[in-house]
């Protein structure tokens, strides 16, 4: 199917928040087996070293320098700690980004056999320059576009249009390239406040919840299918931002900030019940500048009081995937080499 044959225009009213019938339904067939990246096992972690990901992960793993086999073998309890987790390394950004969507790809496949749709959560920052290759061949033609609906797990309160906007630079850079109905892209109604746009975007969750799209997890928090995320270099997922009160929130599935430390100041985001209802999460961080994150979250003990939004990822009944790179793991690395 040709990415031409769909407009995502930023100004459209397509893209305001709709309710979707209540009577729409999808049969569910036998669970196909998904095979996914995976790496040499530690105790408590899955860990790969991935050269060259455009052939099969299973058989492009090098072995671990042992630096950085220390190093991850000395996360184990951490990782244990948060449920499953996997973590892949990667040589290069290209390598990353074709991995990722292999990744993607595979997961939309299984999710529209089981369900006939597939629920895709993305952020901004750099995670949606990661995706560039799902909207390449063999994946522009072999993915079941149709059947995508795209939600955002933050995103500022400005216009559509505005260069702040996640949802603009999800469709600059991958929606506008990419066959997915205009109507089930779910962008924030931007002509409301912070706080309603807020329970405006709650309600088309629960909707969607409603409509059988998004699935429901056994604590009754709205289970999509895959989330994709970044993390900023003070360990931040979505706009949950180290020491702030909305940490807490559990009364809602999302809710609105309005005293980011990151501008633009107002903002919507998911709470954490929703983002560990998900049943897989890929976590996209690169770069020396999130080293230090990265060490405190996968390299040092751990108190509750002290925690780093990204450690308090912890999945219900889920797959957690890191992608990273050397850089990201530079810490490790340094400790484990004393």
């Known amino acids: 199917m040709a990415a031409s044959g769909v407009s995502h225009s930023p100004a459209a009213p397509a893209y305001r928040l709709r309710r979707l019938p209540l009577t729409r339904r999808f049969m569910l067939p036998a669970t196909p087996r998904l095979h996914l990246p995976t790496g040499?096992?530690?105790?408590?972690?899955r860990i790969s070293r991935c050269a060259d990901a455009r052939a099969p992960l299973r058989s492009n793993r090098r072995p671990l320098s042992p630096p950085l086999a220390m190093a991850y073998e000395a996360t184990s309890a951490a990782t244990a700690a948060n449920g499953k987790q996997d973590l892949l390394v990667f040589d290069s950004d290209e390598e990353l980004s074709v991995s990722l969507a292999k990744y993607t790809a595979e997961l939309s496949e299984k999710f529209v056999q089981e369900r006939g749709v597939f629920t895709v959560v993305l952020s901004g920052g750099s995670l949606v320059k990661s995706l560039r290759k799902l909207t390449e061949s063999p994946y522009l033609e072999s993915v079941d576009w149709a059947k995508w609906h795209v939600f955002w797990v933050d995103e500022r309160v400005v216009p559509k249009d505005h260069e702040d906007s996640n949802y603009k630079l999800a469709f600059d850079s991958f929606l506008s390239k990419?066959?997915?109905?205009?109507?089930?892209?779910?962008?924030?109604?931007?002509?409301?406040?912070?706080?309603?746009?807020?329970?405006?975007?709650?309600?088309?969750?629960?909707?969607?919840?409603?409509a059988?799209?998004?699935?429901?997890?056994?604590?009754?928090?709205?289970?999509?299918?895959?989330?994709?995320?970044?993390?900023?270099?003070?360990?931040?997922?979505?706009?949950?931002?180290?020491?702030?009160?909305?940490?807490?929130?559990?009364?809602?599935?999302?809710?609105?900030?309005?005293?980011?430390?990151?501008?633009?100041?107002?903002?919507?985001?998911?709470?954490?019940?929703?983002?560990?209802?998900?049943?897989?999460?890929?976590?996209?961080?690169?770069g020396a500048g999130k080293a230090g994150a990265v060490f405190k979250a996968l390299g040092s003990e751990k108190t509750s009081s002290d925690l780093l939004p990204v450690e308090m990822v912890s999945l219900e009944d889920g797959k957690f995937t890191w992608f990273t790179d050397k850089a990201a793991l530079s810490m490790l690395h340094d400790k484990a080499s004393l």
């Open 40 to 45: 040499t096992l530690y105790p408590g972690a």
């Open 178 to 210: 990419v066959p997915i109905p205009p109507g089930q892209v779910y962008a924030i109604n931007d002509a409301l406040s912070a706080e309603g746009a807020a329970e405006d975007y709650e309600t088309a969750m629960k909707n969607s919840v409603n």
């Open 212 to 286: 059988g799209v998004i699935a429901v997890s056994t604590t009754g928090y709205p289970r999509f299918d895959l989330m994709l995320m970044g993390m900023g270099p003070d360990g931040h997922i979505a706009s949950l931002f180290p020491g702030h009160a909305l940490l807490s929130m559990t009364e809602k599935w999302v809710t609105c900030i309005k005293d980011s430390p990151k501008p633009p100041p107002e903002r919507i985001t998911f709470t954490f019940p929703v983002i560990n209802a998900s049943a897989y999460v890929a976590l996209v961080v690169t």
